[in-house]
């Protein structure tokens, strides 16, 4: 062991006639441990929450959408996904439409979303349908032409044979297009699995007693739950065939959605489908779509490193305080090992020595408190939310490696620093000056 190191932890482990400086130094390994701990804590939460919600996202929208810019719709779409589907990267593609609409259940209404799908290539690019909790999305797979039974009025009527009018009434709902609401909005309209809502689109369609709104009913077969609220209260999922009949579209889609390999590719992705797709068309990734959201959590994480790293600075004045507080009491043990030969850089290496190892007992400390905290609640699910609020129902954990390294680079450098001073003050001690009247 270097000469400095053995007299810095000789200074730590004596028993010293002013307990007050044992107080203090002990107070600023706590300092320092409690400054850690609770930085890798908050790093663990922001970290768990930005997880969070990048995976239910990625679960909820597609990593790259090709829209056709100035235009209605993409037309001739099937073959344009087949070509783009084999582009490098590309897992999936899906056609979709996109439509504002007024959803409405007798007295209620709210205005919705309503994207049509096809089932068979929506799972592959997105985990909605598997968020259904009530009913179920198979409704929603496309059939042949014979989902609305029509009546042969030439046929002889039958009194023994001829539908009740339940019976009629239920031909009717089953013959109705099928719908799935997001949890919020149908609690809000008051629907259930089974219920029939009237769907309005506001772009109407020309009569000749002018411009009158479009509408269809449509039956609740399900009833999905992302676990985002602007998901559940504002979306609805239908038919790609009957969105079209809806909202008069034709043969057209608004968006085609694609699934990449790398999600943190997408936006290369994006720019190889719009070169690919031609001009006229415009690609975005999931990244460009949440730009503000991430920024946000990335400004709050940088936030929360510097508020709660201001504890690692108080503790950081405790060991100046302490190291500048043993540098007087210790001034005759110095100025005799002065005398003896040691050099003033070696004076100064001992007392930054100390410092040192304060900071690094209170780091290592900070760091297993922080880390065991954070992997508990992670585990045990020790914080509690409100789903309805949070759309969680506990505080995530997800502690990274990478983090603790920062913190702990972080607190040596800053008790590093808190030591520079004492260390400063006891090189230029002078030998005969302090042991003068000795």
């Given at each position: ?5 053995f007299v810095a932890t000789r200074y730590l482990r004596a028993k010293r006639r002013q307990a007050f400086i044992g107080v203090i130094t002990g107070i600023s ?410």
């Amino acid at each position: 062991m270097k000469f400095e190191l053995f007299v810095a932890t000789r200074y730590l482990r004596a028993k010293r006639r002013q307990a007050f400086i044992g107080v203090i130094t002990g107070i600023s390994i706590a300092g320092v441990a409690a400054g850690v701990a609770s930085l890798i804590i908050a790093l663990a939460i922001n970290n768990g929450f930005r997880q969070d919600l990048q995976q239910r996202l990625l679960g909820s929208t597609s990593h790259v959408n090709l829209l056709r810019i100035k235009s209605d719709g993409i037309s001739n779409w099937r073959p344009l996904m087949e070509r783009l589907a084999k582009t490098p990267h590309v897992v999936a593609a899906a056609p979709a439409i996109y439509e504002q609409v007024l959803i409405s259940r007798g007295p209620r209404a709210r205005g919705a979303v309503v994207k049509g799908m096809i089932p068979a290539y929506e799972r592959k690019v997105s985990d909605l349908l598997s968020s259904v909790r009530i009913g179920s999305a198979a409704a929603l797979e496309e059939t042949p032409a014979d989902t609305s039974t029509s009546v042969d009025k030439t046929a002889p009527v039958q009194a023994e044979s001829s539908p009740t009018s339940l019976e009629r009434v239920q031909q009717r709902v089953a013959a109705m297009p099928p719908i799935i609401l997001g949890k919020d909005m149908a609690d809000d309209l008051g629907a259930t699995v089974g219920s029939i809502v009237l769907v309005t689109s506001p772009q109407g369609e020309l009569t000749p007693f002018g411009m009158v709104p479009k509408y269809l009913r449509f039956r609740v077969v399900g009833i999905f739950n992302s676990g985002f609220y602007d998901y559940d209260s504002s979306w609805a999922f239908a038919r790609l065939s009957d969105a079209q009949q809806l909202f008069g579209l034709g043969d057209l889609i608004s968006v085609l959605e694609f699934k990449v390999d790398d999600i943190y590719k997408a936006g290369e992705v994006a720019r190889t489908l719009e070169q690919a797709a031609g001009p006229g068309f415009m690609a975005t990734s999931w990244m460009e779509q949440n730009k503000s959201l991430f920024r946000a959590l990335r400004l709050e994480r940088v936030v929360t490193f510097i508020t709660i790293g201001l504890i690692v600075f108080v503790a950081a004045l405790n060991i100046l305080i302490s190291l500048t507080m043993m540098v007087m009491e210790k001034t005759k043990d110095i100025a005799v090992l002065m005398s003896m030969g040691t050099r003033k850089s070696q004076v100064g290496r001992l007392f930054v020595a100390q410092g040192v190892l304060i900071g690094i007992i209170g780091t290592a400390f900070g760091l297993v408190l922080g880390y065991a905290v954070s992997w508990a609640g992670g585990h045990y699910h020790l914080i509690s939310l409100s789903p309805e609020v949070y759309s969680i129902d506990y505080v995530p954990f997800a502690p990274r490696g990478i983090d603790g390294v920062l913190v702990a680079l972080v607190s040596l450098g800053v008790s590093f620093i808190a030591t520079l001073y004492p260390s400063w003050s006891a090189a230029r001690i002078l030998p005969a000056e302090a042991l003068r009247y000795e």
